[in-house]
């Protein structure tokens, strides 16, 4: 999930730790398209995608068109994502859902040092560049990194 960071963002629950963010990243990477979904606010957003959830969309950019080739084969897809609002140094975080502290590593919060997301997504249709899926569980502009399919559901 994504969003612009606010102010309570920053704010630390009790028992929570950041950490200083390196100076500067070790690599880049290109974002491949958007992601469009029905969802403004974190709070909006499921925390799980649903095969019956809506139907979202992937808009791959022009230039990577041709990299869909062969994806209508298969039934479902891996969607990695770029969860760019999301905070990235904390170390240790409370989450409502427990208020137990815990590492960042042993959740499955989008708040990490690098907050990339990952889905399996229903491949519903492909027109174009354009990806019809279910089971994204993202804020609608979400940057794309990536698509695979998943290994053995080919049709």
């Known amino acids: 999930m994504t969003e612009e960071s ?3 963002d920053s704010e630390l629950r009790q028992g929570e730790v950041a950490v200083a963010l390196p100076v500067q990243s070790d690599a880049g990477l ?4 958007t992601i469009r979904t029905p969802w403004h606010t ?3 957003c499921p925390k799980r995608g649903s095969r019956d959830g809506p139907i979202c969309s992937i808009i791959v ?3 990577w068109r041709t990299a ?12 990695l994502y770029w969860m760019h609002g999301a905070r990235r140094d904390l170390v240790l975080q409370t989450p409502f ?7 960042t590593f042993a959740l499955r919060s989008p708040v990490r040092p690098n907050p990339i997301a990952s889905s399996i997504v229903e491949l519903v249709a492909i027109d ?10 993202c804020l609608d502009g979400t940057p794309l990194i990536d698509l ?4 053995g559901a080919s049709e």
């Open 97 to 103: 859902s427990t208020m137990q502290t815990t590492g």
């Open 68 to 79: 869909l080739t062969g994806l209508t084969g298969h039934r479902r897809v891996q969607v």
């Open 42 to 44: 974190r709070q909006e």
């Open 61 to 63: 950019d022009e230039r």
């Open 148 to 151: 695979k399919p998943e290994r």
């Open 30 to 33: 290109y974002f491949i398209g």
């Open 128 to 137: 174009g560049a354009t990806l019809r899926v279910r089971g994204l569980d």
């Open 6 to 8: 606010s102010d309570a």
